[in-house]
C-alpha cells in the first residue's frame, strides 16, 4: 500500500476512535455509491451524520479541511442521499469533517460539526 493510502488508513482509524470517545455510534466505513465515497457514517444521537476525514502529514500547506472543496461536498451529499434512500430514512443529517495531521511527534485531530451544507 503506498505511503499516503497508509497515512489515510491511520487517520480513519483515529477518527473513527475519537468520534466513539464522544458517544457517536459508527455505522459505515468507506461506503461507496458508485465512485463517491463516504469516510464515515456515523449516529450521533438521533442524528445521522456524514464525516469526511482528511489526514496529511504536515500542515504546511494548509489544514487538511481545506481540501474538501466544492466538488468533494458535492460528491459526499450525492453518495449520503443514496445511502439515506437506500435504508429507507427519515432522519436530520449533518456534515461533519475531521482534519488529522499526525507526524512524528504528534497526532492531532480537530472536529469540524456542520462543516458544511449539501449543495449540487
Known amino acids: 500500500m503506498a505511503k499516503h493510502n497508509e497515512l489515510g488508513k491511520l487517520g480513519e482509524q483515529l477518527a473513527i476512535k475519537y468520534l466513539r470517545g464522544k458517544g457517536f455510534q459508527i455505522v459505515e466505513v468507506n461506503w461507496y455509491f458508485g ?3 463516504i ?3 456515523a449516529r450521533d444521537g438521533e442524528m445521522l451524520v456524514v464525516v469526511e476525514v482528511k489526514t496529511r502529514a504536515t500542515d504546511v500547506f494548509g489544514e487538511p479541511e481545506m481540501a474538501v472543496n466544492k466538488q468533494k461536498q458535492r460528491s ?3 453518495a ?3 445511502y ?3 435504508h429507507d430514512l427519515n432522519i ?3 456534515f ?3 482534519s488529522v495531521i499526525i507526524t512524528q511527534n504528534e497526532r492531532r485531530i480537530f472536529h469540524i460539526d456542520d462543516a458544511f451544507y449539501p449543495i449540487m
Do not use: N
Open 92 to 94: 436530520e443529517t449533518r
Open 35 to 37: 465512485h463517491h465515497e
Open 80 to 82: 449520503a442521499d443514496a
Open 84 to 86: 439515506i434512500q437506500q
Open 39 to 41: 469516510d464515515i457514517i
Open 96 to 98: 461533519d469533517i475531521v
Open 76 to 78: 459526499i451529499v450525492k
